[in-house]
């Protein structure tokens, strides 16, 4: 154990190499640890809150998909009920549009029957008229017997 | 080196055990170990810049494996040093750091053969040189005394000069003990340095010790003991590593109890 003039030096030595340390090692070193601790901690949350955006939009498209869904079936049951009632009203209008037909062809007929009727009876009238007066042979004043013989059309 | 067994082996320990020794004044205390020295700053510098040249560089990104490394040393200190010290740690990290790893690097000049340094220099004339400065006595007291003047130093600036010298005189027996408990504080104050630096010298001592009689063997003239000498020299190599290690980490944390000590009010 021989203490000498080593120990001074050494002691000045590590001075030197601790404030090397202090100055040049230590704080850059901290600071980039430091540095990366708070880049870590805000990668971490920002993936947390994007999991969360992510799940959150999910619900919103399934949401919307429902929606969707739902929207579609009501417009497709308000179709099928327009459908259904524009035929209903197709049969309605038909069938109204035949009766028409129908009683228009049915007013005609009656209305051709009577006149067919009528023509007949004018013309059965003058037949008996000439038939009588062939038969009396001699001219029946047409306009004195007028009367006698319209009433005698209308009993035909 | 040793020829014959018995005298050889004395002399070739003595030879390993005498330093490179640079006497400035013709006798007493005026003189310098200059392996001690020498490995010493180179190891120092090498620490240096190694560490700045990562700290340089360092980024926040993804750091490189280097950078990773030293990372990894820093927290690691940094860790003990927050274990212990609860207040700003940018004077007592980079200290607990430079005495890791200082003492780590030059406990670790104890791995290398112990005749490699010594043969090497030997071709430049020079005769003796011991390889590992925490082997050598002023190595460790010279850190161990900076640790000293750093406790005195935190004392005094956490707890003022009135505040430290009413701690000294009064601390633990009261006021009426005051200079029974000065000389028990004093003696408290001077094992600290004593017993850090005396625990790394001894054990770096020992080992260094242990690796020359083992290396002894090698020309002991039988091949047996040439093949034990390979088998211990492995072995106690191996042991070693941890005893470094150990040594280092146990400077370190000392270091820091003791300046947190200084901090901590009585």
């Known amino acids: 154990m021989d203490f000498n003039a080593t120990l001074i030096g050494e002691m000045i030595a590590f001075a030197f190499l601790i404030l090397f340390c202090v100055r040049f090692v230590w704080p850059h070193l901290t600071k980039a640890i430091e540095e990366r601790q708070l880049k870590i901690a805000e990668g971490l949350n920002a993936a947390e809150r994007a999991h969360a955006e992510l799940r959150e939009a999910d619900n919103k498209a399934a949401a919307e998909v429902k929606q969707a869904r739902q929207q579609a079936t009501e417009i497709i049951d308000r179709a099928q009920q327009q459908a259904n009632q524009i035929l209903d009203k197709a049969r309605a209008d038909a069938v109204a549009e035949i009766n028409r037909l129908k009683a228009a062809a049915q007013d005609d007929i009656a209305s051709m029957a009577q006149r067919a009727r009528e023509e007949l009876r004018e013309r059965v009238g003058s037949l008996a008229v000439q038939g009588a007066s062939k038969i009396v042979q001699r001219e029946i004043d047409a306009a004195a017997h007028k009367a006698l013989l319209d009433q005698l059309a209308t009993e035909i | ?266």
């Open chain 2, 1 to 266: 080196m040793a020829s014959e067994p018995q005298g050889g082996l004395t002399e070739y320990i003595q030879h390993h055990l005498t330093h490179l020794n640079f006497r400035v004044s013709p006798s007493g205390f005026w003189s310098f170990h200059l392996d001690s020295v020498s490995v010493s700053l180179a190891l120092g510098v090498i620490f240096c810049l190694w560490f700045w040249s990562k700290a340089r560089k360092a980024t926040s990104g993804v750091p490189s494996k280097g950078q990773a490394f030293v990372e990894i040393v820093l927290e690691f200190v940094d860790g003990q040093v927050k274990d212990v010290f609860h207040g700003d740690r940018r004077f007592l990290g980079p200290l607990a750091l430079t005495v890791f790893v200082w003492v780590f690097l030059m406990n670790a000049m104890d791995l290398l053969p112990v005749d490699l340094l010594p043969v090497i220099t030997e071709k430049f004339g020079v005769g003796h040189f011991r390889s590992v400065p925490t082997a050598d006595v002023n190595m460790t007291f010279a850190m161990s005394l900076t640790v000293l003047i750093l406790v005195i130093f935190y004392s005094f600036k956490a707890k003022g000069f009135g505040g430290y010298m009413h701690e000294l005189f009064t601390a633990p027996f009261g006021k009426w003990f005051a200079p029974f408990n000065f000389a028990l504080n004093l003696v408290e104050l001077a094992s600290k340095p004593v017993s850090l630096a005396m625990r790394l010298f001894g054990n770096m001592y020992a080992g260094e010790l242990v690796f020359m009689l083992i290396a002894g063997l090698f020309s002991a003239g039988s091949w047996l003991l040439y093949g034990m000498g390979i088998i211990g020299y492995t072995v106690w190599a191996i042991f070693h590593i941890l005893i470094i290690s150990i040594q280092a980490f146990i400077f370190m944390v000392l270091t820091i109890v003791y300046i947190s000590m200084a901090h901590d009010h009585h």
